[in-house]
């Protein structure tokens, strides 16, 4: 929901209010006599289980015997539905989270304004305050509950993902001096498309069909590759976006901390790690779930973040044979390379050839605040000459002009390609302007939906005159 007052010409961080609910002061004792009859009333039990219906029902019976005929039952109700979050959801930030146009939230302590970065309007600072300690705690706990995790003085970090997707990182003191944090990554319902990145200029159809050529592999060779970048740069979104070029024929396996890839494919295994629950057992890594994948016949595995031991298992899979995705933190392809081939990862430099491309994204800041992501550059592996990867850019961003430059450097991989399909790369580089025009034609046409575009591609990869003819009219 786009919030009405949500700029402050006078604050050099824009202001958002956030929409609260204010209970008087009967509702807040009526709140805590409810806290303190949860056994008796048989609603522990069921927030165990998070079924919000039955919780709410049970809440409304409390409250009817609680006022008597005082009040209509609209009003039970709606006090019922926000006690409700008071128990088992997120208490003040409730709205926060319910707003699919923020990216974050986070709450730095106690007598500190929460922050929140929105998708507009970038970093903003919220007329919310925790005075106390406690709220922030109940949040932290009922997050704790809701996802089976432990947080105590012996383990004061908790990792999670609440049940609309969103990843959650919580620490409480002694770790953090100011009092209980959260910061919440949200991620939006409808994920953002190839076509979505095209009209925002994070890259241009040139190199976004380039891509298309490459991932797909025109089932001959499906590209290796490394999505590379900073924090927040938009490496999972991109990655989510490059899936659906992926052959349909595939069958693919997602690795991921914290399940955020929403890839449009039907033949599709989403596998998550688990840390340690309450009774401190259970982990499964992310090396754990790599090295499972390869017993599940994969055509394509897709780790979220590559960034320690499991990066020897991935890179051994993807040069005995198959084809991976992968994000990794680092600011340009010369340190991606570099984190690669050191501590913790030490992936040995023979194996790094195996990787096709690595694209690497920025997010960049305006003057006002605002900001936007942008593909900085692609760059292909081309192999090791005295102990030295060899890197070759074949596109790179223009700051200066805001746009993307071809290098115009010929791809060593699609000359593999051409090989093993027993043709001119020219006859390749004709694919690449055919599909730039299918890219070109759902930009202009505004079709940006995810199963609208799969099902256009589909049709091309069926009969691709078809589709030409169609949109060339």
Known sequence: MENDSIHNENNLIPRYNVLKFNFSDEEKLILEELRENLIDLAISEKMSSFNEELILKDIIRFLENRLQNRFDYDYKENLARNMLKE????????????????EEIMVIGINKPVFVYHRKYGMMETDLVFEDEEKITNIIDSIAR??????DQQS?????????????????????ANGPTITIRKFK????????L??????????????????????????????????????TTLLNALSIFINPMERIITIEDTLELQIPHNHIIRMEARTVNIENQGEITIEDLVKNSLRQRP?????????????????TALNTGHSGFGTLHANNSRETITRLTNAPMNVPKIMISSIDFIIMEKRIYRSDGISYRRITEIAEVTGMEEGTIQLSKLFQWDSERDEFKNLTIVSKTLEE??????????????????RQLVLNYLV??????????????????????????????
């Not at 809701?146 to 947080?151: D, H, M, V, W």
């Not at 609309?164 to 002694?174: C, F, L, Q, Y």
């Open 444 to 473: 202009k046409n505004n079709i940006s939906c995810q199963k609208d575009i799969s099902d256009i591609l589909v049709t091309y990869y069926l009969n691709p005159d078809y589709v030409l003819n169609k949109i060339c009219v």
């Open 198 to 235: 095209i009209r925002y200029n994070t890259l241009n159809s040139e190199m976004a069909s380039f891509l298309w050529l490459c991932v797909d592999g025109l089932g001959v060779k499906p590209a290796n590759i490394i999505v590379s970048g900073g924090t927040s740069s938009g490496k």
């Open 146 to 151: 809701e996802t089976n995790r432990r947080i």
């Open 299 to 315: 055509d394509r595995i897709i780790v979220g973040e590559v960034r320690g031991k499991e990066a020897i298992t991935l890179f």
């Open 87 to 102: 128990l088992i959801g997120y208490g003040e930030i409730s709205s926060l989270i319910e707003d699919d146009n923020l």
């Open 417 to 434: 390609m051409a090989n093993l399909k027993g043709v001119h790369i020219s006859k390749l580089n004709e694919e690449w302007k055919r």
């Open 189 to 196: 319902k409808d994920p953002l498309t190839i076509v979505d």
């Open 156 to 176: 004061p970090i908790l990792d999670a993902r609440l049940s609309n997707g969103s990843r959650v990182n919580a620490t409480i003191p002694p770790l953090s």
